[in-house]
C-alpha cells in the first residue's frame, strides 16, 4: 500500500502523513526541500532562480523516490507527503522557453523510474485558510509569500488533482480540509483514515462513501 498526499504549500501534508504512520504502520517519506540552496533567493526573485531551483528539487526527489521499492520491501504499507508528479506542475508555473522544455525532457527520463502511488490523498483548501496556515508554520522564506503564487497554485493543482481533472492512472482521494484538524481533533483524522480504507477496500470500511469527497462531512 503505497500512499503519497498531494495539496499545496501550507495545507498540511507532512502532518498528515506523521500522524498516518502508526494508523497504517507504515513507513514514510518525507520530502527534502530545506537543503535546496535556491530556495530562499527563489522566494525574492522567482524569474531568476526558478530553474535552478526546479532541478535542484527534480534530482532530490528523484533520489528520493529511488528509494521507494526498497522502503515497500521493508515493509508494506508506504505514506509520502509529495509526488514526484507535482514537480512538472511547478515547472509548468515557475519555467518558460527552453528551460521549460529542457526540464520536460529530464523529468520524463527520470519520471519513467519511479514507481506510482496506489492512492494519491488530495488535501484542497482555500486561499484564505493556506494563508494562514503558512503565516503560522513561519517559515523565514516564506514570510513574504506572493498571495498571487498560491493562487496560481491552487488552480494548477486543482487542474491536477481535483475532480475535474483529466483521466489519470492513479486513483485519487479528493478531501476539503477548510475544516479539518487533524492534531486536535481525532474525528476529523478518522474521517481520513476511513476514506483511505474505503479506497483500499479494507476492514472495516462504509461501502457507501464515494471516493472522491467535497466535503469533510
Known sequence: MYIAIEGVIGVGKTTLARLLQPV??????????????????????RERYAFQTQLFFLLSRYHQQR????????????IADYTFEKDALFAEINLRGDELDMYQRVHEALADKIQRPDLIIY?????????????????????????AYIEQLIQAYEDRFGTKRK?????????????????????DLGFVVERIRQAFRLSPFQAELPLELEGSN
Open 123 to 147: 488535501l484542497r483548501a482555500g486561499l484564505d485558510v493556506l494563508m494562514q496556515r503558512i503565516a503560522l508554520r513561519d517559515r523565514p522564506y516564506e514570510r513574504d509569500m506572493d498571495q
Open 167 to 187: 483521466v489519470s492512472m492513479t486513483p485519487t482521494l479528493v478531501i476539503d480540509s477548510d475544516h479539518l484538524d487533524y492534531i486536535r481533533q481525532e474525528h
Open 24 to 45: 497504517f504502520q507504515a513507513n514514510v517519506l518525507l520530502e527534502v526541500f530545506e537543503e535546496n540552496p535556491f530556495l530562499g533567493e527563489f522566494y525574492a526573485d
Open 67 to 78: 528509494a521507494v521499492p526498497k522502503l515497500l520491501k521493508e515493509n508494506n504499507a508506504l
